[in-house]
C-alpha cells in the first residue's frame, strides 16, 4: 500500500470522527431537552428526534471501527459529549443539536463529494456514510416542528 493511500484512510477515519463527535453533542443535547419537557412532548422528541440521532451515531461508530478494523488503522473511543447548562432551556438544546448535526451532516458530505472512500478502495464506506446522512438529514426540520407545539 503506498503512503498515499494510508495517508488518506487515515484522513478518511478522522473526518468520520469529527461528524461522530458531533452527532454525540446533538445526542446529549436532545437528552438534556428530553428532561425539561412534559411526558408527552418528552415522548415525541424522543421517537422524532432522539431516536433517529442515536442510530446514526451508533452506525456512524460502526463504520469508523469497521474502517479502522479492515485497514489496520487505529480506532478511536468516544467520549459523551457534554450537553451544555440547563438554563439555555429546550429551545437551546434544540438549537445546539441542529447545529451539531447540521456540522456533521457537512462533515460527512465533503467526505463523500471528495470520493475519497472510493479512491481508497472502499465503496461500502461510502454506502454508509450515505445511510447516517439520511438518518440526521431531516433532523432541522422534525426539530422546527416540534417547536411549533412548545407554550401551547
Known amino acids: 500500500m503506498s503512503y498515499v493511500t494510508a495517508e488518506a484512510r487515515q484522513q478518511l477515519l478522522d473526518?468520520?470522527?469529527?461528524?461522530?463527535?458531533e452527532i454525540g453533542v446533538a445526542l446529549a443535547a436532545l437528552g438534556a431537552a428530553y428532561e425539561q419537557l412534559d411526558?408527552?412532548?418528552?415522548?415525541?422528541?424522543?421517537?422524532?428526534?432522539f431516536r433517529p440521532v442515536q442510530v446514526a451515531y451508533?452506525?456512524?461508530?460502526?463504520?469508523?471501527?469497521?474502517?479502522?478494523d479492515r485497514y489496520g488503522l487505529p480506532q478511536r473511543t468516544f467520549e459523551p459529549?457534554?450537553?451544555?447548562?440547563?438554563?439555555?432551556?429546550v429551545k437551546g438544546f434544540l438549537a445546539n443539536a441542529v447545529e451539531a448535526v447540521?456540522?456533521?451532516?457537512?462533515?460527512?458530505?465533503?467526505?463523500?463529494?471528495?470520493?475519497?472512500?472510493?479512491?481508497?478502495?472502499d465503496p461500502e464506506v461510502r454506502?454508509?456514510?450515505?445511510?447516517?446522512?439520511?438518518?440526521?438529514?431531516?433532523?432541522?426540520e422534525r426539530a422546527r416542528q416540534l417547536e411549533r407545539v412548545f407554550g401551547r
Open 102 to 121: 447540521g456540522e456533521a451532516d457537512a462533515t460527512l458530505a465533503e467526505l463523500q463529494d471528495s470520493m475519497m472512500p472510493v479512491e481508497v478502495g
Open 81 to 89: 459529549a457534554s450537553a451544555g447548562l440547563p438554563s439555555q432551556g
Open 39 to 49: 411526558e408527552h412532548t418528552a415522548d415525541r422528541l424522543e421517537d422524532e428526534l
Open 127 to 140: 454506502a454508509q456514510i450515505a445511510e447516517v446522512r439520511e438518518l440526521v438529514g431531516s433532523l432541522p
Open 58 to 68: 451508533g452506525r456512524a461508530k460502526r463504520t469508523h471501527a469497521g474502517f479502522a
Open 15 to 21: 473526518a468520520v470522527a469529527v461528524a461522530i463527535n
